[in-house]
């Protein structure tokens, strides 16, 4: 049996048997991240949904000033709440959270609008309360609203078309499929299946290497009549080994999870069927020598098992922070991005939960370059392990 | 056996070794005696090709450990200065794995195994996992695991550091069996009792330099001391007022 598959098979019994390599392996893709991608997407989806029915409330003061206008607030799906507030009191009601929107009819209202002169309204609301801003918005359409019919009808009055003053009209075409919608609540499936996928591989690479050495368990090890590259290739291929099943198992649970919950109550549709999921783990396995790599230089390079976590913990996040970018720009894959590992597979997995076609060239490039990347830094953590620093 | 010429190692600014030669010879306990710090592990370390010398050169059966490395580690079997092994395996799946990393057959690690666990009484404990074994026990499991491939020079950097007395004794009958099947044992030890009870030679190192070499009638001869302890404190200052 060849020494590199000695090391292989020992690191990986040994993890089996060690509960937190398991659970952080696991744990986290299998638990951890589909629950909390669960929680993010509900909640998206409660925020979202039930509050676009939910009726305006406004208070308005001195009804009796505007009948018609309020007749038309109504009209419109407003909660008209009749108040007798003075301009004092309507600010106080607002600052009390009594009301989130006060709408003061002033005394002149009638007459300025009977002269044909613009009418004053005064719309009360903390512009710092979020949750008024729907209300706002609403609120002023609705009046805008009213306003355009009267300036119709006073046109059409002066023997005016009204068409004349509506010089462009512009009309919204939205060619957004369901698939594409859910993009950016999709961006973070592969944020949740990188993290799954660097847990997976964390603590092996670490034992393997600062804690192997802090256990005193190194030393013996060189003595053995086999190139220190190939022990440390043993190790690689190990933790690779853990990579891939948290990456399968989060995948899994993630493809789950995403059909129970289900996207179509934010007007999304989702491809995460069985076939998806497979070619998302085909996608990122070519990622997973590249990550493996890293981890073992970066844990080989540090001087106890407490400093190599922290750094890797790091390491963990610097992928992320450009996924999250690229989706939350919109960018579209190119040949830089495409060979830049971790990225092209968040595209990847991206065009293939939006059903979307990518080019066999761009796939190549990912797949081409991650694992031409993985070989080097392999090569790399090898010509580490002669050096006499890595004792400590 | 075990020939070493002239090796020097230097550390940054410290130099750890500084031209030591020595021989161990088959059939015979070596004792490399010197206080903490005096470039006794620099010296092992070197032998077992896990850091190399700036210069000299050291033959184990006549292999170079400069320039083959690879090859001269079958020759050697070495115990070092902490156990160091796995927790997660049991005692035998310690010894297997290096067996395993020997290249030897699975069957010859076997019959290998079971020889070592049954002269080293590790029958009780053999299929318990590392991490429950006693500083004793895990001793025994690392000295089966540098054996496993019979190598002919056996060499442990203070092997007795952190056992009980019986430990102890059941190290020093150990080593004295090695010696009887013909084995070169090179060990290191500041605890010059220990040398004395158990070596034929002595090696005094101090500061990175061999100051004495010889067994240990001739030592106390040398120095006109009749007690050892006595000639090796002298060995130890008279180093140091070199300085």
């Known amino acids: 049996m060849h020494a590199i598959l000695t090391v292989f098979l020992k690191e990986v019994r040994e993890s089996l048997r060690d509960k937190r390599t398991l659970w952080s392996a696991l744990g986290f893709g299998a638990i951890f991240s589909p629950l909390l991608f669960a929680a993010i997407l509900s909640f998206t989806i409660k925020r979202n949904d039930p509050l676009n029915d939910k009726p305006v409330e406004l208070a308005v003061a001195h009804t009796e000033r505007a009948p018609n206008l309020v007749d038309h607030l109504v009209e419109y799906g407003i909660t008209v709440e009749p108040v007798t507030y003075d301009d004092a009191a309507a600010r106080a009601a607002i600052q009390d959270h009594r009301h989130k929107l006060v709408l003061m009819i002033p005394e002149d209202y009638a007459t300025r609008l009977a002269a044909g002169q613009p009418a004053p309204l005064q719309l009360y609301s903390d512009s710092s309360d979020q949750t008024a801003d729907r209300d706002v918005r609403r609120t002023r359409n609705v009046l805008a609203g009213y306003g355009a019919v009267i300036s119709r009808l006073r046109l059409v009055a002066r023997g005016v078309d009204p068409t004349t003053v509506v010089p462009i009209a512009i009309h919204d075409v939205d060619v957004s499929t369901p698939a594409s919608r859910s993009v950016i609540a999709l961006g973070t499936v592969s944020v949740f299946i990188f993290m799954s996928l660097f847990m997976g591989g964390m603590y092996l690479a670490i034992d393997a290497t600062a804690g192997e050495r802090e256990r005193g368990s190194l030393e013996p090890l060189l003595t053995v009549p086999v190139r220190r590259d190939h022990l440390i290739y043993g190790k690689i291929l190990a933790a690779s080994a853990f990579m891939a099943l948290s990456l399968v198992v989060s995948v899994a649970a993630l493809s789950i999870v995403l059909r129970r919950v289900g996207l179509e109550g934010l007007g999304m549709s989702v491809n995460f069927g069985p076939l998806t999921a497979l070619l998302i783990v085909l996608c990122c396995l070519s990622l997973i020598p590249f990550c493996a790599s890293i981890m073992t230089i970066i844990a080989a390079y540090t001087r106890s098992y407490r400093e190599a976590q922290t750094y890797l913990g790091l390491i963990t996040v610097i992928p992320i922070l450009p996924m999250m970018f690229a989706s939350m720009m919109g960018l579209r894959p190119n040949a830089v991005l495409m060979a830049t590992p971790t990225l092209s597979q968040h595209f990847l997995i991206t065009s293939l939960l939006r059903d979307e076609a990518m080019s066999p060239g761009f796939v190549g490039l990912s797949v081409g370059v991650s694992l031409g990347l993985g070989a080097v830094l392999a090569a790399i953590a090898g010509r580490l392990y002669h050096r006499e620093a890595l004792l400590g | ?243």
């Open chain 2, 1 to 243: 056996m075990i020939e070493v010429n002239g090796i020097s190692k230097r550390f940054g600014a410290v130099e750890a070794v500084r031209d030591v030669s020595l021989r161990a010879a088959d059939g015979r306990i070596t004792g490399l005696l010197g206080p903490n710090g005096a470039g006794k592990s620099t010296t092992l370390r070197i032998l077992y090709t896990v850091i190399r010398p700036d210069s000299g050169d050291a033959l184990i059966d006549g292999t170079s450990i400069v320039r083959e490395p690879l090859e001269a580690r079958r020759h050697i079997g070495v115990l070092p200065h902490s156990a160091g092994i796995y927790q997660h395996l049991t005692a035998r799946e310690n010894i297997l794995y290096y067996a395993a990393l020997h290249g030897l057959s699975r069957a010859e690690s076997q019959s290998r195994a079971d020889e070592l666990i049954e002269m080293l009484d590790m029958q009780d404990f053999a299929s318990r996992r590392a991490k429950k074994l006693s500083q004793g026990q895990k001793m025994k499991t690392a000295l089966a695991r540098a054996l496993i491939h019979r190598p002919r020079n056996v060499l442990l950097d203070e092997p007795t550091n952190g056992l009980d007395v019986m430990a102890v004794r059941n190290l020093r009958t150990l080593l004295m069996r090695l010696r009887e099947q013909g084995h070169c044992v090179l060990f290191s030890s500041h605890v010059m009792q220990e040398v004395a009870a158990l070596c034929d030679d002595i090696v005094v190192i101090a500061r990175g330099n061999v100051v004495a070499t010889g067994s240990p009638d001739a030592l106390r001869e040398r120095l006109g001391q009749s007690d050892l302890e006595e000639a090796f404190v002298r060995l130890i200052g008279n180093a140091e007022g070199l300085e």
